[in-house]
């Protein structure tokens, strides 16, 4: 008897193909996304760390650089305290040295007022003196009035030249200088005039007024200068005013180099350094004594202001009197005025 074997029908077979075709395809693709999501994982780690190293890397340069900023600062400050430390002590310092030298000074000032005092109880006419300590500041002024200036009014003119021309309203045509030594050197009325009618472009009641108000500006408020000069003829004395006391700050002041400027200062120092009258304070100071002065003189009136640098202690004299009725004994007193003086600075 023949055995029969039973055979599935082939449409079956095919369909189980497929299914196990289909199974094998799927977890294909499940393991490629699991495969494609694990780079994308150690991808985005990788950048994560490197953003994190990154961070830390900037996080450390700031830190270091703000380090350094505030150890920038932190020097600074050190720096500026020290610095101000030491300018207070220099101050103080300074300050300390300026007392000693006002306390040194009146010790020279305050005798030497009483003997110039003495000196003038019996002399003729009215006198007024000023004196000051060039090294401190300290000073004293006698019977200190506005008077008769006389050609001491050209240390006025003389300021008004230098200033004008700093401030740009005059300019130098070459013949300023000239006029300046002859007013200064040999007291030319005519160079004065002159100089005077170039500070008001011209006019000379212009420049009359330049000079007034230069005067004010620097505080010479017993100083005016209201008429020309003259040799003779019909000028009034009382139209050129000044005082000791504002002359010798004027001299005081350019010695400084607080004129105008250092520089105009100085000019001016140099000019009455080349002063030809001599008669009156220079000559009662030792032989070679650096001085320069400036005279003034007209009938009743003999005045000499004069910034002296030789010596131990360089000192600011100016002597001026009104109503004299002797020039000579009036010119003996100022050159005894100037030798006390010279006396008492040199201690």
Known sequence: MSKHIEHEPQHLTNE???TANGRRNRSRIVVTIVIAIVAVAVVLGTLAVRAYGHHRVNAAANATAASASATKRNTSNTKDSKARRAAAEKKK???KALEEAKAEARGRLDPLNTQIQQQLASADGTWQVYVEDLGSGESFNINNHSQQAASDIKLYVMLAVYQSIADGTLT??????PLMTQMITVSSNQATNDLVTKLGGGDAQQG?????????????????????????????PMKKLTSAQDAGKLLAAAYRGTLVSKDASQHM??????????????????DGTQVGNKTGEI??????????????????LVVMNTD???????????????STAWTAFQS
């Open 16 to 18: 189980a193909s497929k």
């Open 269 to 286: 120092i140099d000019l009455l350094c080349q002063q030809q009258r001599r008669s009156k304070i220079p000559a009662g100071l030792p």
């Open 172 to 177: 130098d045509d070459g013949t300023i200088e």
């Open 324 to 338: 004299i009725s002797d020039s000579a004994t009036a010119q003996a007193t100022i050159r005894s005025i100037a």
């Open 299 to 316: 009938p009743g009136t003999e005045n000499d202001a004069a910034v002296v640098l030789g010596g131990a202690h360089p000192f600011v």
């Open 208 to 236: 009359l007024a330049k000079v007034n108000e230069t005067a004010k500006r620097y505080g010479f408020t017993q100083t005016s200068m209201d008429d020309l000069l003259y040799d003779s003829g019909p000028g009034s």
């Open 93 to 95: 310092a300074e300050d």
